[in-house]
């Protein structure tokens, strides 16, 4: 800064400075000639009063106080109260291995009188009572719409309706008996708990919607973790909750319209409406919205303007289908399904729209669904039995039709008992579905606290079953013997990787020793050898190796090669014995930037069987062994698992990684073998860089062929 610069900025700060001191002067002027005219003292203060008058902590305290309990201050600390419990208590069962969002479940209950409502009565009153709860309920409720817009888009009718003809029996089957199961509890408990002014046909017909109900996004977030997207199980799970979700949707339209009109001549007009909101959106939103969508693909983005066309529809669709006699809900819904198939569109609109909704708006209702539960309820005897019936009725209803039903379509046993497992995944869908029928008056406190015990018990098992049902279940193409460990070649470098080898192979054919055929190649990387020094070289390369032959008492044939290209001759050993498995060691040296490079990347392109690479970090005694994959149809993997828990008597632990699964040293350190698919080790880069050579555990990488 010049001189010139300096005396300019002085000069302005002094003339500021000086300016405002003449206006503060002069307006104390004003204020005393003010006071002087009021009956009372302290109307109006000067600043230079406040600074006289003598501190006091009670005064702070009150001030705190008062600011507190204005509007806008009670709803942003009970937006952080929310947020903070929901996400703590999310994260935590998220750790136990239950979805995040159960988590977020629980945590309203706790907020709701149930617990916090309990113990801190007065704090609870003065969070909950006032506008701003109104203010955050509103929040809540656009938060569903918000989800029920992205789960619109996530189901794709051509997949639904594009089904064999066994998928449309099990799904038709899912929706007519837990319907039918769920109108006959209704019976048994119409006089006693529903409200006097619902008839018998809704308070029943919710029942039945209420018990029918699978949480579609929910359950394609498990099929996604456990690696089963793809697979069978995964397209009819998906296929199966999908059609479910939409059926219930059109029962749940059908109730909203008998509750909501006074007389015939209403519903008749409502369903007027209704189907003609529906044209109009088929026929002329959803081309707009294609047209859209074509515009966005050549553009290769989405502008605001676009985001602002997604939004307005959405909102006027709410709009209109609660102005005509249905549900915000529905309208939201139906925006969601006709948007555009374009997959990036949806993607990129659901990135948008799922943050704002599943981290800040849906915990709100989940604060606000905890209000209406109160658990104490159950200290009547009644309501617990009542509880009790809705639970194991809710349960069974889906898991024995989906099961039975399966099974008689062709299905295996595992695959069976899985789907009756995913059937009960209730979760969000089944909230808000509650949720409707408490608004409408349909069903009261005791029913809706029931029914939200309910949801939180079934998708709670879910995952834990389905986890024991895939561990312990096995198709008779799994029980089959394990002919990938009828010969084997080994092939080593060092002779401590061949001592590896070695027990690795032995801890997994022992059960057959006398069917396999164990060859072991050692190639020294030269052609000059004499036939002496061919021979001293076998001998120093086997000689730990014989000594473990003798002491397991195992067979093998021991072969040594000399040859410079030693990547061709392993593969050459494999076709020569029609080897059905290839270990092979990786040395330290490849944990640089490419895991499985070199040698170990040509052998596992051209090998003729299956690969597995030792990454030994002193392999011994196999107790428990952890098995990592990336999806869960493997029959490779399944043979594994099986022969190992099964035959062997090991225990073995399944993990199915996916891309939100992180990876950590405690992971491994309970188990002295981890089996790692070759496709999930080439993605996770968490291999890299929790330095597996510092582990107890060693890790055998498989590629089954």
Not at 602 to 618: E, F, K, Q, R, T
Not at 689 to 698: A, G, T
Request: proline residues 2%; glycine residues 6%; charged residues 15%.
């Amino acid at each position: 800064m010049t001189n010139r610069n300096r005396i300019i900025y002085t000069f302005l700060f002094i003339l500021t400075f000086a300016s405002l001191g003449y206006v503060l002067q002069q307006g104390n002027s004003l204020e005393e000639n003010k006071i002087s005219n009021q009956s009372e003292l302290g109307l109006a203060l000067s600043p230079m009063f406040f600074i006289n008058e003598e501190f006091s902590l009670d005064s702070v305290y009150s001030d705190i106080l008062k600011n507190a309990d204005q509007p806008l201050s009670k709803t942003l600390f009970l937006i952080i109260l929310i947020l903070l419990i929901s996400r703590m208590i999310g994260l935590f069962f998220r750790r136990l291995g239950q979805p995040t969002v159960l988590g977020e479940i629980l945590a309203g209950v706790f907020i709701g009188p149930s617990v916090f409502g309990f113990f801190f009565p007065g704090f609870y009153e003065f969070l909950f009572i006032g506008s701003h709860a109104i203010i955050l309920n509103s929040l809540s409720e656009l938060g569903l719409i918000l989800f029920m817009f992205v789960i619109g888009m996530q189901i794709d009718f051509v997949f639904v309706f594009k089904k064999s003809q066994s998928i449309k029996l099990i799904s038709h089957s899912l929706i007519l008996i837990p319907f039918f199961l769920g109108i006959v509890m209704a019976f048994f408990y119409y006089s006693d708990y529903a409200p006097s002014n619902i008839g018998f046909f809704e308070f029943s017909f919710f029942f039945g919607i209420a018990i029918t109900i699978t949480a579609y996004p929910l359950l394609a977030r498990i099929l996604n973790e456990k690696g089963l997207s793809n697979s069978n199980l995964g397209h009819i799970a998906l296929s199966t909750a999908a059609f479910g979700n939409i059926i219930v949707w059109f029962f749940l339209s059908i109730l909203i319209i008998l509750i909501k009109s006074s007389n015939f001549n209403s519903i008749l007009l409502t369903i007027a409406l209704s189907i003609t909101y529906t044209l109009i959106m088929i026929f002329i939103i959803h081309p707009f919205l294609k047209r859209l969508s074509e515009i966005y693909v050549s553009r290769e983005n989405l502008t605001k303007s676009a985001m602002a066309i997604v939004f307005l529809t959405l909102f006027s669709s709410a709009f209109l289908t609660d102005l005509i006699g249905l549900h915000v809900l529905i309208g939201s819904f139906f925006a969601g399904v006709i948007m555009p198939s374009d997959q990036k569109l949806k993607d990129l609109i659901s990135e948008r729209v799922d943050y704002i909704a599943l981290v800040f708006l849906l915990p709100l209702f989940f604060a606000f669904m905890g209000l209406a539960t109160d658990l104490t309820l159950f200290a009547k005897q009644d309501n617990l039995i009542l509880l009790l019936v809705v639970t194991i009725v809710s349960i069974m209803s889906k898991f024995s039709v989906a099961s039975l039903t399966s099974r008689a379509m062709g299905m295996s046993w595992r695959d069976s008992l899985s789907l009756g497992t995913l059937m009960n995944t209730r979760g969000i869908m089944e909230l808000i579905v509650i949720n409707i029928g408490y608004q409408l008056g349909i069903i009261d406190k005791v029913i809706y606290t029931v029914l939200v015990v309910m949801t939180i018990a079934t998708t709670l098992i879910t995952k834990p079953l389905l986890k024991y049902i895939q561990s312990n279940f096995f198709d008779d193409d799994t029980k089959q013997p394990l002919e990938a460990f009828r010969k084997i070649l080994i092939s080593f470098g060092q002779a401590s990787m061949g001592v590896a080898l070695i027990k690795l192979s032995d801890f997994l054919f022992s059960s057959y020793r006398d069917k396999t055929q164990l060859t072991a190649i050692h190639i020294t990387p030269t052609e000059i050898l004499s036939p002496e020094e061919e021979a001293e070289y076998k001998r120093k390369s086997f000689s730990d190796i014989e000594d473990l032959m003798s002491h397991l008492n195992i067979n093998l044939e021991m072969v040594h090669k000399t040859t410079e290209n030693v990547t061709y001759e392993i593969l050459n050993q494999a076709k020569k014995t029609n080897s059905r498995f290839l270990f092979i060691g990786a040395a330290k040296s490849l944990f640089t930037k490419n895991i499985l490079g070199g040698k170990i990347r040509s052998i596992l392109n051209y090998a003729p069987c299956n690969v597995g690479v030792l990454l030994d970090n002193g392999l011994d005694k196999i107790k428990k062994v952890l098995i990592l994959k990336k999806t869960t149809n493997s029959l490779g993997f399944e043979k594994l698992s099986y022969y190992l828990q099964k035959v062997h008597g090991r225990t073995v632990k399944q993990m199915t990684i996916s891309q939100f699964t992180t990876l950590k040293h405690d992971d491994f350190k309970d188990y002295q073998l981890v089996l790692v698919e070759l496709e999930l080790w080439k993605e996770r880069e968490e291999f890299l860089e929790i330095e597996l050579f510092n582990l107890n555990s060693s890790f055998l990488i498989i590629q089954f062929k």
